[in-house]
């Protein structure tokens, strides 16, 4: 059997977020967490890959506080086989070193014969899209980033990606066992059918704690994280914003155009322009 | 956690910056970096560096000095003609376990946010992704600032126990230096034994999306973005043609990219492309975080959007209420006018 694991995070709804000024604290009451978006459309890839091949396994796995089971309970309604939690408060605060390095010993210890890992391009609360590269570091496999389609080969020897490149669309092609990063592409989140649902909530959620594996400590966690966060407070507030009502349009394109004028926007204005 | 004590931390020394090459040339951001380098180096009191991972340049690399740096290390090899993730990790993660920085910067691009996390996990480092802001502390530590949360939020980040500090810069953020042509950096190369069998993926295929007539978003001095107020695809050509008008380059919202109105290759935003032109203009667009954090660099803004109430008109210098459709044809025209007056 071809083992497709998925590596997911709980987040939470990122444009409730904010930090209080005086203490520098994140304000998190009453948000909500959700799966993150791109989690979401990574293990859609994985669903439709297990749609067209009956031999393979779809496992997600999440670590994060016992909460987090919420979006492993999605993860099986979406699609996923296995649902693993990894939860303790040995590995609270970790950096995306410390994440990739608890993910990658999960992964190689619990599923040593992986065929594929999936990650979403970046979590929409950290931002950072280092987890996916690292854990492929740690594992010493092939990466693909920013994918927005991923199929195996016929031979399932290699892994064939459509990806979103600077300038356009490219193709990338590893050899397997490799992991790849998901982006928005064209994948639209969908509802679970209700059979679905119904059959996810029977699925047990597998719950891993530190010592139910050989983890080497001192790398778990804030203990093991090497960026720190000292500091977080506000964006700055934006300049002061000059906003025209009523106006007809007209008047309204003579104040752009002479706020362009005054700006010396068009000065280099390419003439002979169509 | 691999950790090192004070004194040996203090043997890593030098600010390095990842010089990203396309077509050959170092990109824009390159040279924004090497203006931040400078002043990091000169607190530091130690030497600027730019490394270059390629097969060929289509320049003197020693012109890098005129922009900042102190040296050049030149990393050449057949196997690095295009970029790819293993063939560059390979290269750098070699350049720093030998010689030993206290800072590597590297733009925050599609290559550099797919290398940097590659070559911390590599060399066991911290990475800080997406910084905005960048200085250094009393005790000689480098102080990272970067928006997370889709941008709610900014996080000053330390990184105490390990060298080199390593950070991905945001494109459009810090100015580059005034160029000095009398200033050049010494050169030095790097030798590099690699196997074609280490880079274990191929492309198979590559299209490229951007229009002929006009430069990648994310190195644009003018941009003039649409949003679904924009209505139809149809209706895009109105902001092509002021585009055109000012020499700038068009964009949008993910709607549209979504829509199929735009390729994604010019989608603004946190899951699209970081811009911080000289002026945006954004018509029909309605301000959500994910596509402020995407532009908020933008030097001047101008917003049109029927809804006061919509958060882009916060951001702008000029905000217009009001109806794109019907404001920016006859903008065009003013703007025609005006340089068939003046020719
Ligand atoms: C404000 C703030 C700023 C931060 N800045 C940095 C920083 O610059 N550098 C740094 O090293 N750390 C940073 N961290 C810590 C970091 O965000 C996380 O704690 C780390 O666990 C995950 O990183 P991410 O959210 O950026 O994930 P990303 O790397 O963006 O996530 C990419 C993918 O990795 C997988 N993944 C990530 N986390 C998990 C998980 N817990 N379980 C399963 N899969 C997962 C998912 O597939 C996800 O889609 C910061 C934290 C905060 C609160
Ligand atoms: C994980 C994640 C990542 C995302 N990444 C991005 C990203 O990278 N980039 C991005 O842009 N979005 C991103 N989004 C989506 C984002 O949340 C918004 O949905 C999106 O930016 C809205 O696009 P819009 O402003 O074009 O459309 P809408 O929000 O629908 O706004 C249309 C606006 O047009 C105005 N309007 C209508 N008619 C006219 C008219 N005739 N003249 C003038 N104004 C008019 C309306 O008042 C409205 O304000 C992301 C979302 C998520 C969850």
């Known amino acids: 059997m071809k083992k497709i694991v998925v590596c997911v995070k709980q987040v939470p709804e990122v444009t409730d977020v904010q930090v209080d000024p005086t203490t520098g604290t994140l304000l998190r009451e009453g948000v909500q967490s959700i799966l993150n978006p791109f989690c979401e459309y990574a293990l859609d890839h994985a669903a439709r890959i297990k749609q067209a091949d009956a031999d393979i396994e779809v496992i997600a796995i999440c670590m994060g506080p016992p909460q987090a089971e919420d979006a492993l309970r999605r993860c099986l309604e979406l699609g996923a086989d296995r649902a693993i939690l990894l939860t303790d408060r040995k590995f609270a605060g970790a950096d995306t070193w410390a994440t990739a390095y608890t993910l990658a010993e999960v992964i190689r210890q619990l599923i040593p014969d992986f065929t594929l890992i999936l990650a979403g391009k970046q979590a929409i609360d950290g931002d950072t899209a280092q987890v996916g590269p690292e854990i492929a570091e740690i594992l010493g496999l092939p990466q693909i980033t920013y994918g927005t389609n991923v199929n195996l080969t016929a031979d399932g020897r290699r892994v064939q990606v459509k990806r979103e490149a600077e300038h356009g669309i490219e193709v990338l092609d590893a050899a397997l066992p490799a992991l790849v990063t998901i982006t928005k592409g064209e994948t639209q989140r969908r509802a679970p059918s209700l059979d679905a649902v119904i059959d996810a909530h029977r699925k047990n959620i597998e719950i891993i704690t530190a010592g139910d594996l050989s983890l080497d400590e001192e790398k778990l966690g804030l203990k093991g994280s090497y960026t720190q966060v000292v500091k977080v407070f506000p964006p700055p507030t934006k300049k002061d914003s000059r906003v025209l009502k009523d106006l007809e349009p007209a008047e309204a394109a003579r104040e752009i155009f002479s706020f362009l004028k005054e700006n010396h926007f068009l000065e280099n204005n390419r003439s002979g322009a169509k | ?343």
């Open chain 2, 1 to 343: 956690r691999k950790q090192i004590d004070a004194e040996e931390l203090r043997k890593y020394k030098g600010v390095f910056v990842w010089a990203e090459l396309e077509n050959g040339k170092p990109r824009k951001v390159v040279l924004e970096l090497l203006g931040k380098g400078r002043e990091l180096a000169d607190q530091l009191g130690q030497e600027l560096s730019a490394v270059i991972i390629a097969a060929e340049t289509n320049f003197d690399p020693a012109d890098l000095g005129n922009y900042g740096a102190d040296r050049v290390i030149l990393c050449q090899h057949k196997f690095l003609d295009t970029y790819s993730t293993e063939g560059y990790t390979q290269a750098l993660s070699a350049v720093i376990a030998s010689e030993m920085p206290s800072v590597v910067l590297y733009g925050a691009t599609p290559h550099g946010r797919d290398l940097a996390p590659r070559v911390a996990a590599r060399l066991r480092l911290g990475l800080t992704a997406d910084c905005t802001r960048l200085s250094i502390d009393d005790d000689g530590q480098l102080v990272q600032t970067r928006p997370a949360f889709g941008g709610n939020i900014m996080a000053s980040i330390i990184t105490p126990h390990t060298r080199p500090q390593t950070a991905t810069v945001r494109p459009n953020v810090f100015p580059a230096l005034e160029p000095d042509p009398s200033r050049l950096a010494e050169v030095v190369e790097f030798p590099l034994t690699m196997s074609r069998a280490a880079i274990r993926t191929r492309l198979v295929q590559s299209e490229n999306l951007d229009a002929d007539d006009q430069v990648g978003i994310a190195d644009a001095r003018i941009i003039v973005s649409g949003g679904r107020g924009m209505g139809k695809a149809a209706n895009l050509e109105m902001l092509k043609t002021l585009a055109d008008q000012l020499g700038g380059t068009t964009a949008g919202s993910r709607i549209i990219v979504e829509q199929g109105w735009i390729p994604h290759t010019h989608q603004v935003g946190q899951s699209g492309t970081t811009v911080g032109p000289q002026l945006y203009i954004a018509a029909g667009i309605s301000g959500a975080v994910q596509h402020l954090v995407g532009m908020s660099a933008s030097k001047t803004v101008i917003a049109i959007n029927k809804d006061p109430e919509a958060p882009i008109l916060n951001v702008a210098d000029l905000g217009i209420v009001g109806d794109a459709l019907e404001i920016i044809p006859i903008l065009n025209q003013m703007i025609e006018d005006d340089r068939n007056k003046n020719s």
